[in-house]
């Protein structure tokens, strides 16, 4: 006989899988006739049933968004970005040769200048 752990049962009906916040948030994103969507962490906590997002979480969300053609983006001013991979389909190519010929002289100080983060997004 099979016994299973009781924190389990628990664990199940307390909060969503992450693969069903995941499909929420899809949902959502195509219920707005949108490709792209902005959701507050209060939206990502009520669809999850969560009162604390914790970074692994947002993590597994993100992946599992992937798997549903959605891409999430952390943003600056707080939430995320929700964008559907197929609005990206049609962007246009950055080709190496045409924007970095010389990309193998370039040092690493000189790109991270040329990105222009602000010193709090940049990890050294």
């Known amino acids: 006989m099979i016994t299973k752990n009781p ?4 664990m199940q009906s307390r909060y969503p899988s992450i693969d069903t916040v995941a499909l929420r948030l899809a949902v959502l994103l195509k219920r707005s006739d ?3 969507a902005r959701v507050s962490e209060k939206t990502l906590r009520i669809l999850s049933g969560r009162s604390t997002l914790r ?11 992937e798997d549903l053609s959605v891409v999430s983006v952390r943003l600056d ?3 995320f ?19 970095m010929p010389d990309f193998r002289k370039l040092p690493d100080d000189k790109l991270w200048n040329e990105l222009d983060l602000p010193d709090n997004e940049v990890d050294e």
């Open 7 to 10: 924190m389990e049962d628990f």
């Open 77 to 79: 001013r707080g939430g």
């Open 55 to 65: 970074d692994a979480f947002v993590i597994d969300v993100r992946n599992a968004l």
């Open 34 to 36: 949108k490709t792209r």
């Open 81 to 99: 970005a929700l964008i559907a991979a197929s609005a990206l389909e049609g962007a246009p190519p950055a080709l190496v040769k045409n924007l």
